[in-house]
């Protein structure tokens, strides 16, 4: 295979491959070949232009240019494509646009070059009739809109026989069409992967239990168990159990809905208390929010308030431009100087700029593993002055150690950690999962559920029955205050000297504490170093809420230099928090892990959660990071000052550029022809600089 290294900075270079095209399945053999070299960290091979994308270190540079030069033209590597990866899919629609938008220029190109001027000229006027009758119908309806003014654009050039401004006009309008297509498509495919659980594993409840399968395993008839904390994979029908569930993915209502025998539920639905047994009625990917997901696309809500300002703008600006063509003309008579303000606009390019720069930033925020879930939240990002963190699984790792079991009465450790984890396993979080694998790690078998049907109490703990006896596990609020526990004397200091500085977990049965576990979460590597930056990047204010003791929040707080921190925080605590922090004119961004974090994610303007965050944090969040790495919070807040720096500048550049030429039309200095052509050529010169990456090549690689 030849190839050409097109471009190369240090662990990153770009391949064309001498084939011309590929196929899907050989582009994405191709990434499978390159990929199993050792040190290689990103392959994206491209089919449409036979790009090849390599990241790795200098020292493995040389054996993946092997690899490449190894590969037989004749017989390429092939892979099937998955229909749910979504990065793929991300990827075959950007390779779309632009084979779509190369298309739309060469035929441009060859129109102008080898069609005689008398059928370029019909084709012209043809292609026009579609423009003029959309901008009629607006002009039925009663809307004077950029519709109408592109239509009246067009066919002042087509009656004047300036044929080739008419086509210029209509070339750039298809190609803002191009554009607001690709920008629905990524953000489809965007909310797709954001608003459903398509990976990991459920409970099937089966005539032998409840048994963990993989998610491809659910069909229609499947009786799947939803516990407290889970996102629903799947619509089905209940037909055991109660609980309050999420909704808002669906209809955007954050009040929870009550659920019983006969109810309906629905995929990508949160349970947030209870527990269900439901049967599938609708499979994963034939799910209602998978028929739903393209209306959430185009909502408005979903746009920048930029760009829905520059839309609203351009519109706004078209009775302006009628205004001033009747009034250059009352006052000169001259139709070619009236004529400039209609050739010479700022709606197209300030139509066109604004949806192309918030799509570039999107799609760049994606390649660094950042999915944002409208153009929105980025501008929310960029303004917020507040940013308010969980401990637990954020600012700590997502994955806790358990490091002693302190056991009471007459019980073993072994006991506690045993019924503690046949407890915890039905509950999806991260101080569970520690006890879990404590026990596994022990070799302690608690595969014969010990207990009846767990009920999970929001922010608290669990509570069941053991051997008819009622059993809790959880906080030291909910154990000794809620459920009246006693605490044996000095257990506490007892704890400080066994683990200093871990959180503990508490287990009673029949009203009398049979022991604790101590768990701790060391530090993110990155957190201080996050920390610091967002600080540099315009953050006033950083906050931490957790429901850990005083001590274990003080800790983490003084090692960060946190600016406030409320330790022993319940879920409604926080979200009060937040929006107080909003009431008192703070924009605030929440990161967020856990089930109880979802209150005040929703509360937010900007809500993020990280790969490792609960189902139901990453299904309420804004912004996904789809890696555990807190600094992707600095790369997202970058983005999104940039953008809106862009957004600022070209604003002023349009405006500037253009009335320059609207003055210099009407003063008879710039021939129209002229004027129209550096308006149209300066459009697209604007449109094409707002793709350029936002990031340098330094931030990309440091992230």
């Not at 209870?274 to 746009?303: F, Q, Y």
Request: charged content about 20%; some cysteine.
């Amino acid at each position: 295979m030849l190839y050409t290294i097109v471009r190369e900075s240090p662990g990153r270079m770009r391949l064309h491959l001498s084939v011309g095209c590929l196929e899907q399945q050989e582009a994405r053999g191709i990434e499978a070949s390159i990929g199993r070299l050792e040190g290689v960290t990103q392959v994206e091979a491209h089919a449409a232009n036979a790009s090849l994308l390599v990241c790795c270190p200098p020292d493995v540079r040389q054996v993946v240019l092997e690899q490449v030069a190894a590969l037989d033209v004749l017989h390429l590597p092939t892979a099937e494509v998955q229909p749910d990866d979504t990065d793929l899919a991300l990827r075959l629609e950007d390779e779309r646009f632009v084979l779509a938008a190369g298309n739309h220029v060469a035929w441009a190109l060859l129109r102008r070059l080898l069609l005689p001027t008398p059928v370029r000229a019909a084709w012209v006027v043809a292609r026009s009739l579609a423009y003029v009758a959309e901008g009629l119908a607006a002009l039925v309806r009663g809307q004077l809109t950029v519709e109408v003014l592109d239509a009246t654009a067009i066919a002042a050039s087509v009656l004047r026989g300036t044929y080739s401004e008419a086509d210029t006009i209509m070339f750039l309008l298809r190609l803002s069409d191009l554009m607001q297509e690709h920008v629905s498509n990524r953000t489809k495919l965007s909310l797709e992967q954001g608003l459903v659980a398509r990976d990991g594993l459920v409970w099937l409840v089966t005539d032998d239990g409840d048994v963990e399968v993989p998610i491809h395993e659910v069909a229609v008839g499947s009786l799947l168990r939803v516990r407290t904390g889970s996102v629903l994979v799947a619509d089905g029908t209940v037909v055991f159990g109660e609980a309050e569930v999420n909704e808002a993915s669906l209809t955007g209502e954050a009040a929870l809905v009550h659920k019983g025998a006969g109810s309906s539920v629905y995929a990508g639905t949160a349970l947030e208390d209870g527990e269900l047994v439901a049967c599938v009625s609708a499979p994963p990917g034939e799910a209602r929010i998978d028929a739903i997901t393209h209306m959430v696309e185009n909502s408005i809500e979903l746009k920048a308030a930029s760009q829905g300002r520059a839309e609203r703008m351009a519109d706004g600006l078209v009775p302006v431009a009628f205004a001033a063509f009747a009034l250059i003309y009352a006052l000169t008579r001259n139709i070619e100087k009236a004529l400039a303000v209609l050739m010479v606009d700022y709606s197209c390019a300030i139509r066109l700029s604004t949806p192309i720069a918030v799509m570039s930033a999107m799609r760049e925020a994606t390649s660094q593993g950042i999915v944002v879930k409208g153009g929105k939240y980025l501008e929310a990002l960029s303004e917020a002055d507040t940013v308010v963190f969980d401990k637990t699984g954020t600012l700590t790792e997502a994955a806790p150690r358990l490091v002693a079991v302190a056991p009471a009465e007459d019980m073993t450790a072994d006991e506690v950690l045993r019924l503690a984890a046949c407890i915890e396993e039905h509950y999806p979080h991260s101080v569970a999962r520690a006890i879990v694998d404590a026990a596994s790690e022990r070799g302690l078998s608690h595969e014969r559920e010990l207990h009846a049907m767990v009920r999970y109490v929001v922010a608290h703990g669990i509570a069941s029955e053991v051997e008819g006896a009622h059993a809790v596990i959880g906080s030291a609020h909910f154990v000794f205050e809620d459920e009246g526990v006693a605490c044996p004397e000095g257990f506490g200091a007892y704890l400080d000297e066994l683990a200093p500085g871990a959180s503990a977990v508490y287990l009673a049965r029949g009203g009398k504490l049979m022991g604790a576990l101590c768990i701790t979460d060391p530090l993110r590597p990155d957190a201080a170093q996050t920390l610091n930056q967002l600080r540099q990047l315009g953050f006033t204010h950083i906050v931490m809420l957790t429901g850990d003791s005083e001590r274990a929040a003080q800790t983490v707080a003084c090692a960060l230099g946190i600016d406030e921190y409320c330790s022993q925080v319940l879920p409604e605590d926080k979200a009060t928090k937040v929006e107080r922090l909003e009431a008192a004119g703070h924009r605030v961004v929440m990161v967020g892990d856990g089930i109880n974090d979802s209150p005040a994610l929703a509360a937010a303007s900007v809500s993020v959660a990280l790969a490792d965050a609960s189902d139901i944090a990453r299904t309420v969040a804004d912004v996904s990071i789809r890696d555990a790495s807190l600094g992707k919070l600095v790369v997202a807040r970058r983005l999104s000052m940039r953008l809106q720096q862009r957004i600022h500048s070209r604003y002023q550049l349009i405006v500037g550029f253009n009335t320059l030429l609207i003055v210099l039309g009407v003063a008879s200095v710039l021939p129209l022809t002229t004027a129209a052509t550096l308006h149209n050529l300066s459009t697209v010169a604007i449109a094409a600089a707002n793709t350029r990456p936002l990031l340098t090549d330094e931030e990309r690689m440091a992230s």
